[in-house]
T-cell receptor, first 117, second 115 residues
Framework: GAGVSQSPSNKVTEKGKDVELRCDPI?????LYWYRQSLGQGLEFLIY????????KSGLPSDRFSAERTGGSVSTLTIQRTQQEDSAVYLC???????????????FGSGTRLTVV | KNQVEQSPQSLIILEGKNCTLQ??????????LRWYKQDTGRGPVSLTI?????NTKSNGRYTATLDADTKQSSLHITASQLSDSASYIC??????????????FGRGTSLIVHP
């Protein structure tokens, strides 16, 4: 596609339920990143994929969070047993390669706004 | 610990005026610095990208400067427009650790342009 597509754009879920957030990166982008942006806060790194593997999962806040990527393309971020503090905008970005050079920037999706009630 | 500090946290200016946003970082060793504009409800969009050898880079009415010695960057907006109202985020990436480049994000400066 022309850009990074995320779905759903908005999700309201009850505390304790599981949610799945989807990211469809730009075709050909090998690197994919998940970030979280809480209200009034900066972007918080969650996980990074190079192809289908995740060399850096250091940002996942707890074991309730997991992510996978298949076929070097679509990625799914899963949050199990959601808590109210999980409410945030979840942003996905992709880039040509895992190396962030001056010539290759990140392209962000519009995000999924998750609200846990 | 790598950190990126932005100031001011928020800024209100009148349409047509200029403004300057600041970014200080502690990321080392340094690879590149980017400024992003994030409109409400949208993902960030890249404005400028600079490596350590670049002192200034322009994108229309946006001009970014970089002083790699003092680890400071600024984003200057000239003749502001109502559409400039957004959050401006400074992102600094260091050299790779373990084979991956992970950027450090500032919290952003919220700019409001009034008519």
């Amino acid at each position: 596609g022309a850009g990074v597509s995320q779905s759903p754009s908005n999700k309201v879920t009850e505390k304790g339920k599981d949610v799945e957030l989807r990211c469809d990166p730009i075709s050909g982008h090998t690197a994919l990143y998940w970030y979280r942006q809480s209200l009034g806060q900066g972007l918080e790194f969650l996980i990074y994929f190079q192809g289908n593997s995740a060399p850096d999962k250091s940002g996942l806040p707890s074991d309730r969070f997991s992510a996978e990527r298949t076929g070097g393309s679509v990625s799914t971020l899963t949050i199990q047993r959601t808590q109210q503090e999980d409410s945030a905008v979840y942003l996905c970005a992709s880039s040509y390669i895992g190396i962030s050079t001056a010539n290759y920037g990140y392209t962000f999706g519009s995000g999924t706004r998750l609200t846990v009630v | 610990k790598n950190q990126v500090e932005q100031s001011p946290q928020s800024l209100i200016i009148l349409e047509g005026k200029n403004c300057t946003l600041q970014c200080n970082y502690t990321v080392s060793p340094f690879s590149n610095l980017r400024w992003y504009k994030q409109d409400t409800g949208r993902g960030p969009v890249s404005l400028t990208i600079m490596t350590f050898s670049e002192n200034t880079k322009s994108n229309g009415r946006y001009t970014a400067t970089l002083d790699a010695d003092t680890k400071q960057s600024s984003l200057h907006i000239t003749a502001s427009q109502l559409s400039d109202s957004a959050s401006y985020i400074c992102v600094v990436t260091g050299l790779p650790s373990g084979g991956s480049y992970i950027p450090t994000f500032g919290r952003g400066t919220s700019l409001i342009v009034h008519p």
